[in-house]
């Protein structure tokens, strides 16, 4: 079989290499890769254009065949959905309810932002530690603060019609 | 040799995490006193590059305002209406407010508007490069105008 088939980084640039089960077969007997077992099926990767490949995962259930990164990256994509629905929520129907959610939503929202930035930033296993501690404190005194501020004061969908009528 | 087949659907799994393979990555890297390659010192900024890190940018910035925000209620005295007043009081004038205005609708517009052209990419929609810029232009006119538009509501 030709040399380029052996390595799974070009096997997936060519995409014709692991299409017959030939290339295959001797794929799994070379020694050099089954310290690292990676083969993909051209043609089904390109059905799962929702399927991300590489990104970070947090701190737990970092195991090798967990898909929580995965279940994270979707919740993140729900989050915003849910964020954008409250937008008009907030103009149309202003109350308690409302204010609540958007504390809740903005917080979470704004928490997982924050953590993509600090996984491509921050680098070395102490400095992730105490940044991700840093981000977890400030999140949690953030949502306290909102809660504070709607269940003592105003609330935030009355705090902007105040602040927008000036 | 069949069943090997009918077991590996998509991919094998590898023996370690995509967050162990990049703490390698840095590891050695740091070892090794590796510098970095330049990247923003020599490659030519395009639009969606600027648009990109003004979405992270904007993204940062309405958070920390957020924080701040939630963070003065819980330690500053007197309630909400009392610090409006203040501000009312100082008779700023319409320029600087509607700058001030501006200065809160314009991130959270543009961060709203690109972040719904994140989620088409997501769904896989919209990566050819002209419509990359078409979809990015659109984001930055809608941004501008809906600000306007809030500020003169």
Known sequence: ?166 | MALLLRSVRLAAPMGTTAKEEMNKFWAKNSRLNRPMSPHITIYKWSIPMMMSITHRGTGVGLSGAISAFAMAALILPGNYTHYLDLIHSLSVGPFLIGLAKFGIAFPLSYHTYNGIRHLCWDIGKGFKIPEVYRTGYTVIGLSVITSLALILM
């Open chain 1, 1 to 166: 079989f030709d040399i380029t088939a052996s390595n799974p980084v070009s096997a997936l640039k060519n995409g014709t290499s692991c299409c017959d089960v030939k290339n295959c077969q001797s794929l799994f007997y070379q020694s050099a890769l089954l310290a690292r077992p990676v083969v993909v099926f051209h043609k089904e990767q390109q059905l799962h254009p929702l399927t991300a490949r590489i990104h970070s995962s947090p701190p737990l259930y970092a195991g090798s065949d967990s898909n929580a990164a995965s279940l994270h990256w979707t919740a993140e994509r729900v989050l915003s959905i849910a964020l954008l629905a409250l937008g008009p929520g907030a103009y149309f129907c202003p109350g308690s309810v409302i204010d609540y959610s958007l504390a809740a939503a903005l917080t979470l929202h704004g928490h997982w932002g924050l953590g993509q930035v600090l996984t491509d930033y921050v680098h070395g296993d102490t400095k992730v530690k105490l940044a991700s501690a840093g981000l977890f404190i400030l999140s949690t005194v953030t949502f306290a603060g909102l809660c504070y501020f709607n269940y003592n004061d105003v609330g935030i969908c009355n705090a902007i019609a105040l602040l927008w009528s000036k």
